[in-house]
T-cell receptor, first 112, second 117 residues
Framework: SQELEQSPQSLIVQEGKNLTINCTSS?????LYWYKQKYGEGLIFLMM?????EEKSHEKITAKLDEKKQQSSLHITASQPSHAGIYLC????????????FGTGTRLTIIP | GAGVSQTPSNKVTEKGKYVELRCDPI?????LYWYRQSLGQGPEFLIY????????DSGLPNDRFFAVRPEGSVSTLKIQRTERGDSAVYLC???????????????FGPGTRLTVL
């Protein structure tokens, strides 16, 4: 089974609507990253969360890390076509461990 | 400034051939990572360099895979006797490591799509 589970696997949302993507870890996290990927492109860094209860926002995207540091949510407000893509969460398990473990991603489609 | 660059963007090869994939990290970044992404999956860690040395190569699938970073900047991922199962997008990332006091964000390149026929 995956160490990081993302839900939903895919999401189709009408432009202007809000949406939430979840990332659940089977183990405690040291840090949690959110990236966005478009087809044929690399990963674009969105946000990094490290402290339990932490919340960060960038433009219309907000990410939270729960207190027990095993789940994160990404919320998009008033979605736009530019938000379409694959959203990936990546986990750092402990301080000094450099490798990221990724979830399988959530494919977001925005329809007009 | 310039981001992480990878060459080639696409590589098609035949089973059994040798391939080299190149990564140019962001200038000043001392840490460099290689990941592999299969269709419909998230990236999987292969190897991490701090400077010239491989600090963690636990993700390399077998001894056909090897990576070098001789001068602490550009890195080359080398795959010998390629197999069809090696087909994937190979992603490189770099981060600035100012010391072991904080986690540094990994910035990714566009990837090299490897197809083994």
């Amino acid at each position: 089974s995956q160490e990081l589970e993302q839900s939903p696997q895919s999401l189709i949302v009408q432009e202007g609507k809000n949406l939430t993507i979840n990332c659940t870890s089977s183990k405690t996290l040291y840090g949690l990253y959110w990236y966005k990927q478009k087809y044929g492109e690399g990963l674009i860094f969105l946000m990094m969360l490290q402290k339990g209860g932490e919340e960060k926002s960038h433009e219309k995207i907000t990410a939270k890390l729960d207190e027990k540091k095993q789940q994160s949510s990404l919320h998009i407000t008033a979605s736009q076509p530019s938000h379409a893509g694959i959203y990936l969460c990546g986990a750092v398990r402990y301080f000094g461990n450099e490798k990221l473990t990724f979830g399988t991603g959530t494919r977001l489609t925005i329809i007009p | 400034g310039a981001g992480v660059s990878q060459t080639p963007s696409n590589k098609v090869t035949e089973k059994g051939k040798y391939v080299e994939l190149r990564c140019d990290p962001i200038s000043g970044h001392t840490a460099l990572y290689w990941y592999r992404q299969s269709l419909g999956q998230g990236p999987e860690f292969l190897i991490y360099f701090q400077g010239t040395g491989a600090a963690d190569d636990s993700g390399l699938p077998n001894d056909r895979f090897f990576a070098v970073r001789p001068e602490g900047s550009v890195s080359t991922l080398k795959i010998q006797r390629t197999e069809r199962g090696d087909s994937a997008v190979y992603l490189c990332a770099s981060s600035f490591r100012a010391g072991r006091t904080s986690q540094d964000t990994q910035y990714f390149g566009p990837g090299t799509r490897l197809t083994v026929l």
